[in-house]
């Protein structure tokens, strides 16, 4: 069961370099999200999407970009990276209905270190 | 405002004691609220989820949470802690559907487990 898959899991940039991160999903889920995850702040959304070719912006938007043209996936981009990108970012999905509780499902984390 | 807090950012148990971790949230009505572990490295796994009805929830692992509504707290008890349950253990809020897309996450406790 792949679940939600994220690529890269490890990546350094120098500053001002671009990359994207991957998320892809195999469930068939319409909600997608990009978090980060830094000491003593828990998880923080930055984009979040409820379907294909729809995006919006969560708590701390600035400096990211993020596309969804399939269902399946969810690119998260950085234009050019500052070092107060460096984090752990999650992808997480989840169906849009409540039979299920709208349980969000994380994949492992990419750790992006920027110098 | 929808949140959610952790007020103990870090707790330390011997094996074999009992332990409770805190949650407190902030919602309009009544919230999804789950519990997720990080274990170091990885992703958050889902440990119990409260969806409705029976206000105790048992989850994985051997962990259960009551939902207080009156209190607006959340919290995780386990009655036995083994030295596996070291980990970083997150409590969330979702939106039920129709009314929001996102989750709000508290910002995490850290157990320690003395053998």
């Known amino acids: 069961n792949a679940g939600v898959t994220q690529t890269p899991k490890f990546r350094v940039l120098k500053t001002g370099q671009s990359m994207t991160l991957l998320c892809a999903q195999d469930?068939?889920?319409?909600?997608m999200y990009w978090y980060r995850q830094d000491p003593g702040m828990g998880l923080r959304l930055i984009h979040y999407?409820?379907?294909?070719?729809?995006?919006a912006k969560g708590e701390v938007p600035d400096g990211y970009n993020v596309s969804r043209l399939k269902k399946q996936n969810f690119l998260l981009g950085l234009e050019s990276a500052a070092p107060s990108q460096t984090s752990v970012y999650f992808c997480?999905?989840?169906?849009?209905?409540?039979?299920?509780?709208?349980?969000?499902?994380f994949g492992e984390g990419s750790w992006l270190t920027v110098v | 405002a929808q949140s959610v807090t952790q007020p103990d950012i870090h707790i330390t148990v011997s094996e074999g004691a009992s332990l409770e971790l805190r949650c407190n949230y902030s919602y309009g009505a009544t919230p999804y609220l789950f519990w997720y572990v990080q274990s170091p490295g990885q992703g958050l796994q889902l440990l119990l989820k409260?969806?409705?009805?029976?206000?105790l929830v048992q989850g994985i692992k051997g962990f259960e949470a009551e939902f207080k509504r009156s209190q607006s707290s959340f919290n995780l008890r386990k009655p036995s802690v083994h030295w596996s349950d070291a980990a970083e253990y997150f409590c969330?809020?979702?939106?039920?559907?129709?009314?929001?897309?996102?989750?709000?996450f508290g910002t995490g406790t850290s157990l320690t487990v003395i053998p």
């Open positions: 469930m068939n889920h319409e909600y």
């Open positions: 999407s409820v379907g294909e070719g729809t995006t």
């Open positions: 409260y969806f409705s009805g029976d206000t």
């Open positions: 969330a809020v979702g939106a039920r559907a129709g009314t929001g897309n996102q989750f709000y």
């Open positions: 997480a999905s989840r169906l849009a209905g409540t039979s299920r509780g709208n349980t969000i499902y």
